[in-house]
Each structure stands twice: as C-alpha cells, then as structure tokens.
C-alpha cells in the first residue's frame, strides 16, 4: 500500500491550492480515505474525509464551506481542493486510509499560507 501526497506549497491569504492523494497496491476504489492535517506544535486532526465510492463525505467544522474532497477511482486519486486559505491552514497535510484493518499514511505535504 503506498499513499502520495503532492500539492502543497507557499499560498497568500485567501488563496487556493489542490491537493492529490495518489494510492496504489490496494482496490482503492473499496476503501475510504481521510485527510489529515498538523501544524507545527499541535496534534494532527482529521480535515475531510470521503466514503469508498465518494458518495459521502465529512468535513472539520473549521473547514466547512471552504474545502472540497472528491475522489476519482479511476486513477486511483483522491482530492482535496482549499479555497479561501487562512494563516491557520497552515499544516502538513496527510492522506489516510484503513486497507485491511491497517491504517496507512503517505508522507505529507506542505501548505504555508502567508503574506
């Protein structure tokens, strides 16, 4: 199983970024994948999450309204789109998903939102 985020990057207040999750060596398309985040010196905390065939989703309250997940299972991705980004976004963000009763993680990406 690997997961593989990419997207990330140094964004102004109020803009937006994608993120992509890209999965192999499991039916992406059976499982359900979740968005973490961290920030420097706090917990990671669950950002979004989207249900195996993308039917269903959850977001952090913190981030309603402004961020999207969706998922293509067709190329095996899930996204994550974050529009009017705020200084508190700030974070590394993570792709999880449960394969198996196991949960694997990617490496993370970097989002800075600054001036």
């Known amino acids: 199983v690997q997961l593989v985020e990419s997207g990330g990057g140094l964004v102004q207040p109020g803009g937006s970024l994608r993120l992509s999750c890209a999965a192999s060596?499991?039916?992406?398309?059976?499982?359900?994948v979740k968005w973490y985040r961290q920030a420097p010196g706090k917990e990671r905390e669950l950002v979004a999450a989207?249900?195996?065939?993308?039917?269903?989703?959850n977001y952090a309250d913190s981030v309603k309204g402004r961020f999207t997940i969706s998922r293509d299972n067709a190329k095996n991705t899930v996204y994550l789109q974050m529009n009017s980004l705020k200084p508190e976004d700030t974070a590394v963000y993570y792709c999880?998903?449960?394969?198996?009763?196991?949960?694997?993680w990617g490496k993370g990406t970097l989002v800075t939102v600054s001036s």
């Open positions: 989207i249900s195996s065939d993308g039917g269903s989703t």
């Open positions: 060596g499991f039916t992406f398309s059976s499982y359900a």
């Open positions: 999880s998903a449960p394969v198996q009763f196991m949960d694997y």
